[in-house]
């Protein structure tokens, strides 16, 4: 089979959007950023109160790609009492009589996507156990290593393609009640690509969910019920679809800018140690810069913050492309690196204690903010936005975020 053209891949990602966005209301931005994940192989943390619909999400995000069968998508509920061989598997005895004495019984995390449901719940040993497999994509057990991801073949119009099949995690927590909960620490934190916020659906939204749930509506009411092109694939043919896509996104160069602009980030949160690394930002802003992460930062961000932001904003830059047809990809890029952004810092910035009462008295625009991940969020595009390059006046686009102004 032919290479997929890049407008293909933007279509069919679209086509995964508006095959979710049939079952889930009102969260957009949300499914975007596991799109995001998905086609870059990265991994999403999901954070809302309970009932917002975290793992409906995770649910019609695998149903959409086929792989709701029992190889495609599985969830395991984190307890305190879970042990990590419930997670990897394990040797069990061999009762048939021949062969091996102790075959090795595979655990749920075989799958292509996870649900690790309420993962800050198990205890930091158990949580341990995604580590390798959400970073190399594999487990070892007792000394041997197995491969999370499969090799394929696809058959079709009489031509066969190889594909590698996708491994995703998509993690949730809660964040208002806190017993017995084990906060993830900073390198598993670090393996999430995106973490992302399931805010409250506003009425519109919620009128729509409750009639849907009590018999009002049909799933995928109204104009919904009109048949998508993905509706017709093969779970063979996404994970194809998949492989081919995330192979043109890592091909796909981001401009220079963008790229400046995200290592810009990342050296700016070492303060002044890097402050003259900074690329094409001027002696102002610098000096910004360093007071702000002085004031503000607890610690520097690593290079898996800006290559998460990149990866991440180049998918989004395809779905946004293929949702404005005649605007292209590369034009797109800026808008995609300032709606990734929150997603790919929020968990890895980490703000000194004191941090919301400085914000308040810093930036007195944020004193009608009540929800603490607006202020987080707010704080992060600042930052972002004085670490945008200013040649060309590419900066000019982000200066609304400036809380200054």
Request: net charge negative; aromatic share 6%; charged share 20%.
């Amino acid at each position: 089979m032919s290479q997929l053209p890049a407008e293909q891949a933007a279509h069919f990602m679209l086509q995964v959007k508006r095959s979710v966005q049939r079952d889930i209301i009102g969260q957009d931005a949300v499914i975007e950023g596991l799109i995001a994940a998905l086609f870059t192989g990265g991994h999403v943390l999901l954070e809302s109160n309970p009932g917002l619909g975290k793992t409906s999400l995770a649910v019609s995000f695998a149903k959409s790609l086929k792989m709701n069968d029992g190889a495609g998508y599985g969830r395991i509920q984190f307890t305190p009492d879970l042990l990590p061989s419930d997670i990897t598997g394990t040797f069990m005895p061999n009762m048939s009589g021949s062969g091996d004495p102790f075959t090795f019984q595979p655990g749920p995390i075989f799958r292509q996507m996870l649900l690790a449901d309420e993962i800050n719940r198990a205890t930091p040993k158990t949580q341990a156990a995604m580590l390798e497999a959400m970073a190399e994509r594999k487990v070892t057990v007792l000394g041997e290593t197995r491969s999370l991801v499969e090799n394929r073949v696809l058959s079709q119009n009489m031509q066969q393609a190889r594909f590698e099949t996708p491994f995703m995690v998509i993690g949730t927590q809660n964040p208002i009640d806190q017993e017995g909960t084990y906060d993830l620490p900073e390198a598993q934190l670090d393996r999430f690509q995106l973490k992302l916020l399931m805010a409250p659906s506003d009425s519109s939204a919620l009128v729509e969910i409750v009639e849907r749930v009590s018999g009002g509506l049909s799933a995928g009411g109204g104009d919904a019920k009109a048949p998508l092109d993905i509706d017709a694939y093969s779970a063979d043919q996404c994970g194809w679809l998949i492989d081919q896509t995330k192979t043109l996104l890592c091909e796909t160069k981001m401009p220079r800018k963008i790229i400046e602009h995200a290592v810009n980030l990342v050296q700016a949160t070492h303060g002044a140690a890097k402050a003259a690394e900074l690329v094409d930002i001027p002696a102002r802003c610098a000096e910004q810069i360093v007071e702000f992460v002085e004031r503000y930062c607890e610690w520097p961000l690593g290079p898996r913050a800006a290559i998460a932001l990149i990866q991440a904003s180049k998918a989004k830059a395809f779905l946004l492309s293929a949702e404005n047809a005649s605007t292209q990809m590369q034009a797109m890029a800026a808008r995609a690196l300032l709606e990734m952004t929150p997603g790919a810092l929020r968990h890895r910035v980490k703000f000194k204690y004191s941090w919301q009462r400085m914000a308040m008295e810093d930036f007195p625009v944020l004193r009608s903010l009540r929800d603490m991940e607006k202020v987080r969020d707010a704080l992060l595009l600042h930052l972002f936005a004085l670490c945008a390059p200013q040649a060309a006046s590419y900066n000019e686009f982000f200066k609304p975020h400036l809380l200054d102004q």
